[in-house]
């Protein structure tokens, strides 16, 4: 069985700051891990994907992901926030033979402050 | 363009009265999944299917029906609504795995069950 913890519900920065949204993961089989992003009134969008290949994935908008097997963790960063970056975050893992059965943390709602 | 159409975009109904939610995608997309999400929990997955005529269960199926005769649409039946299922509700598609493909959402249809 595959799960997902993201900390903190709620996370709020300023303009300019470093955003840092953690993400757990466990998983019996080598895992596929994604994270999501959902503006306002709108349905989600892939922001970046881990698949065995490099351990740090860079994806849209300026934002990357490491994955660290010791830590289990996939913490999604983007070193200067903008206004445009407040929307919610979803991390998410699949296994290998899961075909597209993903599950999704309980998502993270990024506020970013002037 | 691309994209999954939901409708209607918003909904409320009282207890017991059946309804259905539309899916379309335009895109041929052999993967059509619906998912519920509710605050705190993410998005959890009610039904999926593979192709036309193949439907298998997600996480939370109970209270839902869903069908798929044609590759373009998968409608969401709900047979008697109880309050328990108002929420926001993602239908999403996809051409191939999450790992090589990612998920296409639309933009949700809030439900309300009174």
């Known amino acids: 069985a595959q799960s997902v913890t993201q900390l903190g519900s709620h996370v709020s920065v300023s303009e300019g700051a470093l955003v840092l949204l953690r993400c757990n993961y466990s998983?019996?089989?080598?895992?596929?891990l994604f994270w999501y992003v959902q503006y306002p009134n709108q349905g989600l969008q892939l922001l970046l994907k881990y698949t065995s290949a490099a351990t740090l994935v860079k994806g849209i908008n300026g934002f990357e992901a490491e994955f660290k097997k010791s830590e289990t963790s996939f913490h999604l960063t983007k070193p200067s926030a903008h206004m445009s970056d407040a929307a919610e975050y979803f991390c998410a893992v699949s296994g290998p033979n899961a075909g597209n059965m993903l599950t999704f943390g309980g998502g993270t709602r990024l506020m970013v402050k002037p | 363009e691309a994209q999954v159409t939901q409708n209607p975009r918003y909904l409320i109904t009282v207890t017991g009265k059946k309804l259905t939610v539309t899916c379309s995608q335009n895109m041929n997309h052999e993967y059509m999944s619906w998912y519920r999400q509710d605050p705190g929990l993410g998005l959890r997955q009610i039904y999926y299917s593979m192709n036309v005529e193949v439907t298998d269960k997600g996480d939370v199926p109970e209270g839902y029906k869903v069908s798929r005769k044609e590759k373009r649409n998968f409608p969401l039946i709900l047979e008697s609504p109880s309050p328990n299922q108002t929420s926001l509700y993602f239908c999403?598609?996809?051409?191939?795995?999450?790992?090589?493909?990612?998920?296409?959402f639309g933009n949700g249809t809030r439900l309300t069950v009174t």
């Open positions: 998983s019996s089989v080598p895992p596929y």
């Open positions: 999403a598609s996809s051409t191939g795995t999450a790992v090589n493909s990612p998920l296409h």
